[in-house]
């Protein structure tokens, strides 16, 4: 009976000081957003960036260099990339590139050997690359469709299980992950479930990195809207797109530069998407169709389709 009632007493208290924990974290957030939150110093720290021959990658190896870290940029197109090492050189931090297709295990497994091997110790992981098949699904040829699950989501995993050991070993990193808002609730197209797939693994691996107290080592999670950089050309919502333009690419990279900065977990681009997010959670399911006809986000990707059919009828894409 006394036993009972001492785990009885101890399940109280856990609950308060749990209750208190809760209202701490609300209060600070709602601070940080209110506040200008403090932002981390990452001077000389190693950077690597994926897809960093890409207009977000770019972008990304700009404002890591602007706040003096090195970089490791990898990407697979090496002249996209080099044109990155060049501007970021001339920014005056070291960088050095690496031609690497994260479509495959082994070759992210090679060139994270040769980074440490020929750089050191990466403090900081930026997983940007990403890829979009977008067919319609029966029109998606198969290897296709495995390659957007195989950049945008197995990928990450491939790359923490690389760099994560140095950032274990010293309590101290950042693993960043730039998913999608098509990672927090999702329209036609082959892309949201690999970017829902990266939102979990970013989630699973921040508790996991909780529950062992490697409070040394933080994650960001970052969800842009469109971003007007060509990825998603012809993609767009109703005539209420005024409302939620695409968002510019430098706005898009300098926001997420001070969510990073700042530690902070996760930054829906713009604030707004963190609507339909909750919408998808708190709606029933049809209540959510109704707002994606309204806002036509239930065929919004069709004109983008339709833009890669032509382009592909050209010969102009590339399919792997
Ligand atoms: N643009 C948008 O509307 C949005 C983009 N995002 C995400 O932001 C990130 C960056 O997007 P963005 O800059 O627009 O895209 P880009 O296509 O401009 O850049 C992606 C880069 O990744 C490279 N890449 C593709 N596949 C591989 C691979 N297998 N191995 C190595 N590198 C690869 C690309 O090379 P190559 O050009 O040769 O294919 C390219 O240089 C992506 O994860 C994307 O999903 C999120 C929200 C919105
Ligand atoms: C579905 C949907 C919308 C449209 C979202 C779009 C068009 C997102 C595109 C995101 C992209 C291209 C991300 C790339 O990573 C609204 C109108 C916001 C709200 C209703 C539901």
Redesign the pocket.
């Known amino acids: 009976m006394n036993f009972l009632l001492l785990i009885i007493m101890i399940v109280i208290v856990d609950l308060l000081l749990m209750l208190i924990d809760l209202t701490y974290s609300i209060l600070s957030a709602v601070i940080q957003t209110i506040l200008r939150p403090r932002l981390k110093c990452i001077d000389g720290e190693l950077c690597l960036i994926t897809g960093a021959g890409g207009a977000l990658g770019r972008l990304f190896a700009l404002e890591f260099a602007k706040e003096g870290a090195h970089l490791v940029l990898w990407d697979c197109n090496a002249a996209a990339n080099e044109q990155t090492a060049k501007q970021a050189r001339e920014l005056g931090v070291q960088v050095h590139t690496y031609t690497v297709d994260l479509s495959k295990r082994q070759s992210i497994y090679e060139a994270a050997d040769r980074v440490r091997a020929e750089v050191g110790c990466v403090s900081i992981l930026v997983n940007n690359a990403?890829v979009?098949a977008g067919r319609r699904l029966l029109d998606c040829p198969d290897e296709l469709l495995e390659r957007t699950l195989l950049v945008n989501c197995h990928a990450l995993f491939w790359m923490t299980k690389a760099f994560l050991p140095q950032m274990k070993a010293k309590n101290h990193g950042h693993i960043v992950t730039i998913?999608?808002?098509?990672?927090l609730?999702?329209?036609a197209?082959d892309?949201c479930a690999s970017?829902f797939g990266a939102v979990g693994f970013h989630e699973s691996l921040t508790h996991e990195l909780l529950a062992e107290d490697l409070d040394g080592i933080k994650t960001t999670l970052v969800c842009?809207?469109?971003?007007d950089t060509g990825?998603?050309a012809g993609?767009?919502?109703r005539e209420?797109r005024s409302l939620?333009p695409p968002l510019e690419p430098l706005y898009t990279v300098q926001q997420s530069m001070k969510a990073i900065l700042a530690e902070q977990q996760m930054i829906c681009i713009p604030r707004?998407?963190y609507?339909?997010f909750l919408?998808r959670a708190l709606l029933p399911w049809d209540a959510?169709v109704a707002?994606?006809r309204f806002?036509?986000?239930?065929k919004?990707?069709l004109p983008?389709i339709k833009n890669v059919e032509t382009k592909t009828t050209n010969g102009h894409i590339k399919s792997s």
């Open positions: 990403g979009v998913a999608s808002a098509l990672g609730f999702s329209t197209c892309y970017k842009p809207y469109i971003v990825m998603f993609c767009e919502i209420l939620i707004l998407m609507i339909p919408a959510n707002t994606y806002m036509g986000g239930d919004c990707m983008f």
